[in-house]
Antibody, heavy 125, light 107 residues
Framework: EVQLLQSGAVLKKPGESLKISCKGS????????IGWVRQMPGKGLEWMGI????????RYGPSFQGQVTLSVDKSISTAYLHWSSLKASDSAMYFC??????????????????WGQGTLVTVSS | DIRMTQSPSSLSASVGDRVTITCQAS??????LNWYQQKPGKAPKLLIY???TLVTGVPSRFSGSGSGTDFSLTITGLQPEDLATYYC?????????FGQGTRLEIK
């Protein structure tokens, strides 16, 4: 069964760096992308980007390009979301999710079918 | 980037009602659309992919339709456990944007 386990909640100061993790079962990292989704307090879901564990190919949403780094260590089935210098506006819940490429004879479907439990990041001085 | 616009932003309905949420894409996305349900304090859950294909295990009262730029999610026979926020998401092209969400309250 596919499971994604995220690292725990963190409290950081502005300017500090942070890397949060998303550990999956080997199944979740085989032939699938791992995506990250931000949810600011009381707000909607924002697509941050996706990373392909097999070759570390990465795609970013325009609001997140240059602001965060997505990476993966496929040897331990773990994806990472990294900030080099946090801002108060980075305070949010962050979800990782498996993006399955479900290709059949007639069409391909891409969707987030399994989600982590979320990591709450609070940035405050 | 393709922008997704949902309406309404929120709605209140009674148990047993038929509820429809709409989602409009800023350009033609064929049927490359997913619907998710997020209950308070929980991770989102996939309900429908390919605009109309129900995920295994999702109650049949949920249905999706549409193609091109206009899509809808319908709940026929609303249940108390359907209290949640619902999001559409396009996967025609990266970034695979979500709509802003529709908060569904039970009267």
């Amino acid at each position: 069964e596919v499971q994604l386990l995220q690292s725990g909640a963190v409290l950081k100061k502005p300017g500090e760096s942070l890397k949060i993790s998303c550990k999956g079962s080997p199944d979740s990292f085989t032939n699938s992308w791992i995506g990250w989704v931000r949810q600011m307090p009381g707000k909607g879901l924002e697509w941050m980007g996706i990373v392909y564990p097999r070759d570390s190919d990465t795609r970013y949403g325009p609001s997140f390009q240059g602001q965060v780094t997505l990476s993966v260590d496929k040897s331990i089935s773990t994806a990472y979301l990294h900030w080099s210098s946090l801002k108060a506006s980075d305070s949010a819940m962050y979800f990782c999710a498996r993006r399955l490429d479900d290709c059949r004879s007639t069409a391909c479907y891409y969707y987030f079918d399994y989600w982590g439990q979320g990591t709450l990041v609070t940035v405050s001085s | 980037d393709i922008r997704m616009t949902q309406s309404p932003s929120s709605l209140s309905a009674s148990v047993g009602d038929r509820v429809t949420i709409t989602c409009q894409a800023s350009q033609d996305i064929t049927n490359y659309l997913n619907w998710y349900q997020q209950k308070p304090g929980k991770a989102p859950k996939l309900l429908i992919y390919g605009a109309s294909t129900l995920v295994t295990g999702v109650p049949s009262r949920f249905s999706g339709s549409g193609s091109g730029t206009d899509f809808s999610l319908t709940i026929t026979g609303l249940q108390p456990e359907d209290l949640a926020t619902y999001y559409c998401q396009q996967y025609d092209s990266v970034p695979e944007m979500f709509g802003q969400g529709t908060r569904l309250e039970i009267k």
